[in-house]
């Protein structure tokens, strides 16, 4: 029966990824509670797992007495010989149970215990291993997209997680077995276990990606200082570097433009502007507005940091963007209010004034 058990719980710790010894003093705790119960709950059970040796026993300490005082806790010196020959009042003997004995309600205690002690270890688990990736990006594997609410179940690691279908990319259409990446944006303890807040939507996916296709940012000589983004269609990123030998754009970018392409192919075609960050917000603004080039960039207010762009009158639909979103994604980038004009004053379309 021993050799059954101690199997039986190595191949559970293997299955489960748990520690054996874990499991070892989740069992003996239960075997301990649940027996208890039996002696109206005095701290008189005891319980030794030796797996090296393979060995199971419960056993109860009662004091030796000339006179029973508590029946639970008390043996009398005559009962107390066939356990220890020379017992004599005053000693505390050891009587090893049957396990055999515990009876139907005690095995069910300590099965109850014993499933709790490991969905606890899994919990922990899964907390673990997501709070090491927190904020960053891990590859998970498509288990199945519910058909009403276009909700994603990923696997990550031995752990799953939930990606609404608001955090996936607009218009992609995710199949059981994908491998994708996403981001964790954030870990929560619930009452249903720990949860990882998952996207592929937040700018931090964006930022993450270029961070793995890119060494200079790696090692530091470059730096991420801003992004903006709207996810499946455009993303802008404002990148800079303390070398001035380093082209920081340039490095994004990569030769014949390989990095950027691997980071675009991974968002599903998203368009990336890549453009250079300066302290100097008329000098950032102007960057920030490409592809459109810039006329130039009148600061109307720092307190409220407001500006004035002049673009060409060329430019002017570039400047803006389909709906407004060059316009809209280059305020959230440098953090500026930006009114854009065209050069002769007159706008060609009015439209596009409202889009801006």
């Keep these: 029966m021993n050799e059954e058990f101690f199997a039986a719980v190595e191949m559970m710790a293997k299955e489960k990824g748990i520690p054996a010894e874990f499991l070892y003093e989740k069992i003996q705790n239960a075997l301990v509670v649940s027996v208890k119960r039996m002696y109206n709950g005095k701290d008189i059970v005891f319980c030794d797992i030796n797996p090296e040796k393979q060995e199971l026993s419960v056993y109860l300490r009662k004091n030796v007495v000339e006179e029973i005082s508590d029946e639970d806790a008390d043996i009398l010196v005559e009962a107390a010989h066939q356990y220890k020959k020379n017992a004599k009042a005053g000693d505390i003997i050891e009587i090893p149970l049957d396990t055999k004995d515990f009876g139907r309600i005690a095995a069910q205690t300590a099965k109850h215990v014993i499933r709790q002690g490991i969905r606890d270890a899994e919990r922990g688990q899964t907390m673990q291993e997501f709070q090491s990736h927190n ?89 991420i200082k801003e992004v903006s983004r709207e996810a499946g269609s455009r993303t802008k990123i404002a990148v800079y570097s303390a070398d001035e030998n380093v082209d ?37 603004v102007g960057a920030a507005l490409a592809p459109a080039d810039v006329v130039r960039v009148d600061i109307l207010s720092e307190e409220e940091k407001s500006c004035k762009v002049i673009v060409p009158d060329t430019q002017l639909s570039l400047a803006i963007g389909n709906k407004g979103q060059n316009a809209r994604l280059a305020a959230k980038l440098t953090g500026w209010k930006i009114d854009i004009n065209p050069e002769s004053g007159f706008y060609e379309s009015p439209s596009e004034e409202e889009d801006a």
């Design 135 to 223: 904020q960053e990006i891990v590859t998970a594997k498509v288990q199945g997209v519910d058909i009403k609410t276009g909700n994603a179940t990923l696997e990550i690691g031995k752990a799953e997680a939930l990606l609404p279908h608001s955090e996936q990319i607009p218009g992609e259409e995710l199949q059981d077995g994908d491998l994708i990446k996403v981001y964790i944006v954030d870990v929560r303890e619930t009452e249903k276990g720990p949860k990882a807040m998952i996207s592929r939507t937040h700018p931090g996916l964006v930022r993450k990606l270029f961070e793995m296709e890119v060494p200079e940012i790696t090692d530091g000589t470059v730096e």
């Design 248 to 284: 920081a754009v340039g490095a994004c970018i990569g030769p014949r433009g390989a990095r950027v392409a691997k980071v675009v192919d991974l968002l599903c075609g998203e368009k990336i502007d890549i453009v250079p960050y300066s302290d100097d917000p008329a000098l950032f």
